[in-house]
C-alpha cells in the first residue's frame, strides 16, 4: 500500500504552496467527494469550502455529469476542431449561445481559463487590426486584477505577492484603480467614485485601447473585493462611446456564482467578448471558452484576399469529453433549477457575514450570491491569523483557503441548509476563536 503523503512530498509541486509549511502539515490526501464533501485516505470528511478552487459548483459526483462523461468516453475523445468540427462541441456552443448575454452569438474554445483569457485578448487586439485600426492595442485592467497565470494573462492582471519575481519578463498592461469596497473612504456614501479613475483613463486613451477587460462584480483573487454591479454598466456605457471592446472575465464569477448565470447578467451589460472557465464542465474537466458578437467573429473573415484568420488555438480546444462534461452541467442547470436553489446558501451566508462583520478584530465583511468574505484588521494579525482560521477550520472539517488577510466562503450552489449551516457554524467558531487568540 502506498504512503501517499511521503511519495506526495517526493514528487508533486503543488500550486499556490509555500514548500515548507505544507512539508510541516499533515495535509489531507483527497481519495474521494460526494456532493459537497470531501473524504481523505484517512476516512476523514472535509466541506468543501471553495468548491475545489471556484469550479465544483454543481457538487462532487453528479451523477448526470459523471454518466454523461463515462458515454462518451466510449463515443469519442477526443476530436480537432481546427478545419473540423464534432457533434458535442457544435451543441455545446449553441446552448452556451443561448444563455450568454444577448450577442455573445460565437464560441472559441480553450484549455483553462488563462488560456482563454490570452485569446480573448488576442481577439480584441487584431479586431481593430481586422479593421485597419493597429495602433488601437492597448489593454486595459484593474489594479488587483488576476486573469490567470500565463505570461499574457499576468500582464493583465499582477498581484506583487504572486508576479514580483517574474516582473521583468512581464508586459504589464495600463491598471484604472480598483473598485475596492473594503477600503473605499466612500463607502458609506457610494456613488461610485472610484469609477472616476477608469473613466479618466478611458478617455486619455480611446484612440490606442484596444479593450479593458474586468472581473464582473467581484475581483477574486485579490481578495474577493465584490463591487456595485453599476460599475460595470457604467463601463460598458463608457467603452460603447469611446470605441473600446468590453471583455468580461466570468470564469470566477460565470455560471450562478454571483447570483444570476453570468455577473454580466446582474448588471444587465453584453460584453464584447466573455471569457468563462472553471465550472463550464461542473469543474470536472478542463475546458474554457471565449464568447465573442458576431461583429467580432465576421472581422476575422477574409476581405478581399487581405488573411484575417485567427491563428491562435490549443490541442484540446473543444475536446469532446470536455463538451460532454459541460452539455451535462448546462442540462443540470436547467433540470435542477441551481439558481433557484443557490439562494439557500446565499441567504444563510449573507446573513451569518453580516453578523461575523461586527467581531471586533474584523475589518470588513461582503456577500454577493455564493460569495461571501471578510477582512481581518491589521491589529488583529491579518493574514496570520487569516491562516489560523483555516488551518483551525481543517482540523475541525472545513477547507477555506484565505487570500491574505482575507477569509471567505464560496461554496457549491447546491449547499443545503443543514450543510451550510455546519459549514457557517464551523466557519465562525474557528474565526471568533482565532481573532480572540491573536487580539489577547
Ligand atoms: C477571474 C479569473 N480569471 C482567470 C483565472 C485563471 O484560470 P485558470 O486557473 O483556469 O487558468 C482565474 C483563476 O482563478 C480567475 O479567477
Redesign the pocket.
Same mark, same amino acid.
Given at each position: 500500500m502506498m504512503d501517499y503523503r511521503k511519495t506526495d512530498l517526493e514528487h508533486l509541486w503543488h500550486p499556490y504552496t509555500d514548500i515548507l509549511a505544507f512539508e510541516r502539515q499533515n495535509f489531507p490526501v483527497i481519495q474521494t467527494a460526494e456532493g459537497i464533501r470531501l473524504r481523505d485516505t484517512d476516512g476523514k470528511e472535509y466541506l468543501d469550502g471553495i468548491s475545489s478552487?471556484?469550479?465544483v459548483n454543481l457538487g462532487h459526483n453528479h451523477p448526470h455529469i459523471v454518466k454523461s462523461i463515462v458515454q462518451q468516453t466510449h463515443r469519442l475523445q477526443h476530436s480537432i476542431t481546427g478545419g473540423m468540427s464534432h457533434t458535442g462541441v457544435i451543441r455545446l456552443s449553441k446552448m452556451l449561445s443561448d444563455i450568454a448575454p444577448a450577442g455573445l452569438n460565437r464560441v472559441y474554445y480553450a484549455s483553462?481559463?488563462?488560456? @482563454? %483569457?490570452e485569446a480573448a485578448v488576442r481577439m480584441a487586439v487584431q479586431y481593430w487590426w481586422n479593421l485597419g485600426l493597429p495602433e488601437k492595442n492597448n489593454i486595459i485592467s484593474l489594479e488587483g486584477?488576476?486573469?490567470?497565470?500565463?505570461l499574457g494573462?499576468v500582464g493583465l492582471?499582477f498581484l506583487p505577492k504572486f508576479h514580483k519575481p517574474i516582473q521583468h519578463v512581464v508586459n504589464r498592461s495600463v491598471q484604472a484603480p480598483s473598485p475596492h469596497c473594503f477600503h473605499c473612504p466612500y463607502a458609506d456614501n457610494c456613488s461610485l467614485q472610484c469609477f472616476s479613475g477608469m473613466e479618466e483613463l478611458l478617455r486619455e486613451n480611446a484612440d490606442t485601447t484596444a479593450a479593458v477587460i474586468v472581473?464582473p462584480v467581484c475581483?477574486?483573487?485579490a481578495g474577493i473585493r465584490i463591487y456595485p454591479p453599476e460599475y460595470v454598466a457604467k463601463l460598458r456605457r463608457l467603452c460603447t462611446e469611446l470605441n473600446i471592446l468590453l471583455v468580461a472575465?466570468?470564469? @470566477? %464569477?460565470g455560471f450562478g456564482r454571483a447570483g444570476a448565470m453570468f455577473a454580466s447578467n446582474l448588471a444587465k451589460t453584453q460584453p464584447d467578448l466573455m471569457?468563462v472557465?472553471?465550472s463550464l464542465t461542473g469543474g470536472y474537466l478542463?475546458m474554457?471558452a471565449v464568447l465573442a458578437t458576431d461583429e467580432v467573429y465576421d472581422s476575422f473573415r477574409r476581405d478581399n484576399g487581405r488573411d484575417r484568420t485567427f491563428y491562435h488555438g490549443h490541442t484540446f480546444s473543444g475536446n469532446p469529453v470536455a463538451a460532454a462534461a459541460a452539455i451535462a452541467t448546462l442540462e443540470v442547470f436547467e433540470t435542477e433549477d441551481i439558481l433557484e436553489h443557490s439562494r439557500v446558501p446565499a441567504e444563510l451566508m449573507k446573513d451569518a457575514f453580516v453578523e461575523f462583520g461586527g467581531i471586533p478584530g474584523v475589518h470588513r465583511s461582503t456577500a454577493l450570491g455564493c460569495m461571501s468574505a471578510l477582512e481581518i484588521s491589521e491589529q488583529a494579525g491579518s493574514a496570520d491569523t487569516a491562516a489560523a482560521v483555516a488551518a483551525n477550520a481543517l482540523k475541525m472539517g472545513l477547507f477555506i483557503r484565505p487570500l491574505g488577510p482575507v477569509v471567505y466562503l464560496w461554496p457549491p450552489l447546491v449547499t443545503g441548509k443543514s450543510d451550510m449551516e455546519e459549514m457557517l457554524g464551523i466557519f465562525g467558531h474557528c474565526l471568533k476563536h482565532s481573532l480572540k487568540d491573536a487580539m489577547c
Open positions: 478552487w471556484w469550479c483553462d481559463g488563462s488560456s @482563454a %483569457v486584477a488576476y486573469h490567470g497565470d500565463t494573462a492582471g472581473e475581483q477574486g483573487a472575465d466570468e470564469i @470566477a %464569477v471569457v472557465g472553471k478542463p474554457s
